[in-house]
């Protein structure tokens, strides 16, 4: 099998994937700042890495993925000054600050169940690590790379840079970046320098969520919990960081920095904590990124359940899945209700294939081999395999899917005779299709044409039964039980109506 084959933002180049120490794999991924519904943009995050922890699996490696929580330290406007992202939705909602985390976390959680994303390994929360982070800071300070002010530390930029160089993540060049900003610290503040960033921000009176520390009552910050996180569970140097291309800067940027600064002796070549740094593209409305933020996200729950300006339907977790799976993880993808209706018309087509795939039974057929289906459906894994080693290309492999399914269909069409394909080639390509399908792509089959007429025929049974009981109950003057079915009916979503003929219904 091929080696895989990566994209690193650190060297800004494809680079064959090589662990520290295989067969084990650290993967650490930034997760959700947990204030709000989680959107599209949190479901292609965890979309990429999902691929990443199934694919590396699939391919051998144990993998131990961590994928944070931020309850603490994020600041509105992603800066060192302000209110705390969950502080101000606690108080908008007269909530503690930890009531709004979990709430906004289970909501998360549920979504992701919904996309049939798996859970990661290890899943820290900031405020559950803030022993471990006050001692980052202290060693950050004793290495000479950070002060105190009024009762805040920062992380001294410029000192860092001459040692290091500032930037390497982002190709930001630090003087280019500041140039002429030097006046903007005049008026007072902390910092030595403006691109300094906090490590521990001192609490005013009103922040609700605050620490002891040397320094005084604070909160760690927002970059210096994702560096302690990921080397408290997987080691100081560990293989894959990865997050959304918009915390390329200053997010990761400063992991980097903090890393190296709390851990100077390091080699060179390994500077930072992670070897490879992946990031996945933005969703784009109308060219524009989609986020809390910009006041444009369109949240999952609002998918689901169709409720909202721009969606003309509602739409499955398979299928929002689906629809992020069409497209590179590296590549914009830009929503639209034409590109996901597409992409559930192409999920069903699959999934037919996937089901006929299964009625067909090649045992005790004779052969007459088409060697065009011999040879489309015994490359069928390598293929997909090979668009996998190229930087998990899931567009590739899907477009390689839909090249095989006439094939399954001919198959399929064959009820008799002679079979087209050696059985033991069919049966190895059945094993594949279905590990690709859901073990590694992580889809599941929509339900066929064939399932919902079967289902829509049982509550048809189901509503004449119900029917009847209820017209008996009328009968007999039953009013409360002849309420209660339809009252409960309605909770069910099945809209009831009384006429001369009988009991009508509809669901919906």
Known sequence: ??????????????????????????????????????????????????????????????????????????????????????????????????????????????????LNILRPSIEPRATGHIIEQIEAVEKILQNGYAYESNGSVYFDVEKYDKDFGYGELSGRDLENMMAGSREDLEGGSEKKHPADFALWKKADPTHIMRWNSPWGEGFPGWHLECTVMSTKYLGTKYDIHGGGMDLIFPHHEAEIAQSNACNC????????????????????????????????????????????PLLEKSYTGMNIRFFMLQAHYRSTLDFSNEALQASEKGLKRISDGLQRLDEINPDGRPLAVNT???????????????????DFHTAKTIARIFEVLPVINQLHAQ?????????????????????????????????????????????????????????TARQEKNWGVSDKIRDKLNELNIEVKDTPEGMEWKVG
């Open 415 to 471: 009820k008799s005779g002679p079979f087209a394909v050696n059985p033991d080639t069919f049966n190895q390509f059945k094993a594949d299709f279905h590990t690709l399908f859901t073990d590694i792509l992580g889809l599941q089959a929509e339900e066929s044409a064939a399932g919902s007429s079967q289902q829509n025929e049982t509550l048809a049974g189901l509503m004449d039964l119900i029917g009847e009981l209820r017209a």
């Open 372 to 390: 065009d289906f011999e040879e489309n459906i015994s490359t069928f894994m390598a293929d997909c395999e090979a668009q996998l080693n190229d």
């Open 1 to 114: 099998m091929k080696s895989l084959v990566v994209y690193n933002t650190l060297s800004r180049k494809k680079e064959i994937f090589e662990p520290l120490n295989p067969p084990f794999v650290g993967l650490y991924v930034c997760g959700p700042t947990v204030y709000g519904d989680p959107h599209l943009g949190h479901a292609r995050s965890a979309l990429t890495f999902d691929i990443v922890f199934r694919y590396l699996k699939h391919k051998g490696f144990r993998v131990r993925y961590v994928r944070n929580i931020t309850d603490v330290g994020h600041l509105v406007g992603d800066a060192d000054e302000g209110e705390s992202k969950v502080e101000k939705k606690a108080r908008l909602e007269k909530l503690e600050p930890m009531e709004v985390a979990q709430h906004y976390f289970n909501n998360y959680i549920e979504c992701l169940n919904a």
């Open 265 to 308: 002796n390091a080699p060179k070549e390994l500077h930072g904590e992670a070897k490879y740094w992946f990031h996945n593209n933005m969703i784009t409305l109308n060219g524009q990124k989609m986020g809390k933020s910009l006041g444009n996200a369109i949240d999952l729950y609002q998918f689901f359940s169709g409720d909202h």
